[in-house]
């Protein structure tokens, strides 16, 4: 039966009847192979005020007394879920498939979660779905075993392989004496379209390489074509979705062992938004590289071994020292603190050189300080690209009041609590309804898992200990505060993506409408980094001040909540915050890398501009 008759007959016995129970079971008919998946259904004389539907699929391997218990909950509820089924309250249209999936609240939300990566589409929207060419009842006058006769292949869906290629003919393989326009493309998608009700997998796809032509493509295989808008690394992500179990699962909504062409080109595919894009093309880059590099390896090794000995061991060590070095680099990324301190805003990865060099030595308080700064020095900065981001979005962080409160009367500035208290509330529900393209939002998952909160704690005790001169073990606080700092660290590994740069010049070109801008990018435990020169589309810029640049290259002005100068204590350069607005007197400023100090009688009117003083 068609999917459209299916339809028909659900839609005339909804006209009298609801199904107010579905339950789905396989391998308990003894007559039905266990593959198969079976329906039970209760029918109940349809109402003017609507009954809810239960939906129960029976497990495999499972308890008995945990399904039925399970089904017993499900019978009781008026909504919701259970481990194994789930409550449909609202009346369905007539002719609504009641597959298990399609209404399965856990499928739905991973549905919407798709959002997550970006735009959603329709498969239809991004590729072309020709009709398959060949029907084996329809054409079978066209089919023939004679590979020789100039005919076509017929490409089915056993020869579409889980591995992602197209398996050569064999003895089985069907020709066909066609023409050559319905014939497949290189670059074309082969979607298996039979599967087993069972099988949990993806959807089972090959790409068509110019080595399987000339062919044509059967019933049972769905042709993909990329529409020309879709860039490569576009099709690439669509790609690994559909070999995800989600993606059949959506496809084949209707239930049924076969994906059908009309499902699939409804099926919602997500598309990268700009942030996840920049990165596909980092990792496509970065994959392309290393392929260079391997291929190049392999032949340094199979010239040299056609060469006379002696030369042959020369080349191999002259040539293969710059391969080596390469991946000798490669690996070091794959070590926490190397990573930190060449990728991480240069507070960071200045205070954990730090924290590298006291550790070298045997425990000291020294060593314990240097952890504890180092994690203060990492939320602190953390916090302040928050509000940043915060003010980006035009939403209020409400804890930001406290740090105002505290500048306004004089007092001591931010403290520990209060930057963990800023991070916290950017996990929060306002900041969750953020659009995922909102300039900085990768700050707003720092302290999201309780991994992370859990290491705050433990290093806020710390700190309040040490504080208030309680003393303990140091060969048990050091390396729990250690610890606690690296795991810190690990979830801060989005700020290798937003770079911390210092503007040096900007010189605006009214005619080109463009700035050339040249800056200095201060990642890593070294300021002394060379000029690198942009063209960038605005001239809201300022020479002199720090930025944030984020993975699309946009730049975000972190004055006067981060000021970059030449510290005068040690005449270093030097990261600075606000730390005291002492009444009658400059603002202290103070160094996130080495703590120093230093007066500023300018900075009192931007602080009020960006709400960290009130207004006189």
């Known amino acids: 039966m068609t999917d459209l008759g299916r339809s028909q007959l659900r839609a005339v016995i909804a006209q009298d009847w609801q199904a107010t129970l579905v339950v789905f079971a396989r391998g ?3 007559h039905i192979h266990a593959t198969f998946e079976v329906a039970a259904m209760l029918l109940r004389r349809r109402t003017l005020e609507p009954r809810p539907s239960r939906i129960f699929r029976v497990p495999m391997n499972e308890d008995a007394k945990v399904v039925e218990a399970d089904f017993t909950r499900l019978l009781k ?20 498939s009641l597959a298990f999936d399609r209404h399965d609240p856990a499928v739905l939300d991973r549905r919407t979660a798709l ?3 970006g735009r959603t589409v329709t498969l239809g929207d991004i590729f072309d779905l020709p009709a398959s060419a060949i029907h084996p009842t329809h054409d079978r006058q066209l089919l023939h075993n004679d590979p020789t006769s100039g005919s076509v292949r017929v490409i089915t869906g056993r020869d579409v392989r889980p591995n992602g290629i197209i398996a050569p003919p064999d003895e089985k393989t069907k020709w066909a004496d066609v023409p050559l326009d319905p014939c497949l493309r290189p670059g074309d998608l082969l979607v298996r379209s039979i599967y087993q009700a069972h099988d949990r997998s993806g959807l089972v796809v090959a790409e068509v390489k110019a080595h399987d032509l000339p062919a044509v493509a059967g019933d049972t295989v ?13 099709l690439s992500f669509a790609r690994q979705f559909l070999n995800t179990p989600l993606a059949k699962t959506l496809a084949s909504y209707g239930g049924g062992a076969r994906i059908l062409r009309s499902a699939l080109c409804e099926l919602p595919v997500p598309q990268p938004d700009e942030t996840l894009s920049s990165a596909l093309i980092d990792l496509t880059r970065a994959a392309e590289r290393l392929d260079e590099w391997r291929a190049e390896a392999v032949s340094l090794v199979e010239s040299a071994l056609a060469e006379e000995p002696q030369r042959a061991r020369a080349r191999l060590l002259r040539s293969g020292r710059l391969l080596r070095m390469r991946t000798e680099a490669a690996a070091l990324l794959d070590d926490q603190g190397h990573a930190i301190r060449t990728r991480y805003p240069h507070p960071i ?13 045997e425990p000291s308080l020294h060593a314990y300080d240097a952890v504890l700064e180092a994690a203060e020095v990492l939320l602190s900065y953390t916090a302040i690209i928050a509000i940043v981001m915060a003010r980006h979005a035009g939403v209020e962080i409400s804890t930001v009041r406290g740090v105002r409160d505290k500048l306004a009367g004089g ?7 209060d930057w963990v208290a ?8 306002k900041f969750k309804r953020l659009p995922n393209d909102q300039p900085l939002i990768e700050v707003r998952r720092m302290l999201a898992a309780k991994e992370m909160r859990d290491a705050c704690a433990r290093l806020a005790e710390h700190r309040n200990d040490r504080a208030h001169l309680r003393r303990g073990d140091l060969a048990e606080l050091l390396p729990d505060a250690y610890a606690g700092l690296r795991v810190l660290l690990a979830g801060a590994e989005f700020l290798s993506d937003l770079r911390l740069v210092h503007l040096s010049s900007v010189r605006w070109d009214a005619l080109r409408r463009s700035a050339t801008v040249s800056l200095q990018e201060l990642m890593g435990d070294h300021s002394v980094v060379p000029a690198t020169v942009i063209e960038y589309p605005s001239n809201e810029l300022e020479r002199g001040s720090l930025y944030i640049m984020d993975a699309e290259g946009s730049l975000h002005l972190l004055r006067p909540f981060l000021i970059g100068r030449n510290c005068p204590t040690c005449t270093q350069w030097s990261t600075f915050h606000v730390d005291l607005t002492p009444q009658n007197s400059d603002v202290v400023l103070k160094s996130l890398e080495h703590g120093h100090t230093m007066n ?8 009020r501009q960006v709400g960290l003083l009130p207004p006189e």
């Open 28 to 30: 308990f008919l003894p």
């Open 77 to 96: 509820m008026a909504g919701g879920r259970r481990t194994f089924g789930y409550v449909i309250r609202d009346p369905l249209p007539p002719g609504e």
């Open 115 to 117: 959002s997550e990566f």
């Open 222 to 234: 769905i042709v993909l074509r990329p529409g020309t808008s879709l860039r490569p690394y576009e």
């Open 349 to 361: 990865a200045y205070r954990w050189r730090q924290v590298e060099a006291e550790l070298s030595g």
């Open 411 to 417: 007092r001591a500035g931010p403290t520990f609590g």
């Open 422 to 429: 800023v991070l916290t509330e950017v996990t929060g529900k």
């Open 600 to 607: 500023d009688d300018t900075m009192r009117e931007p602080l």
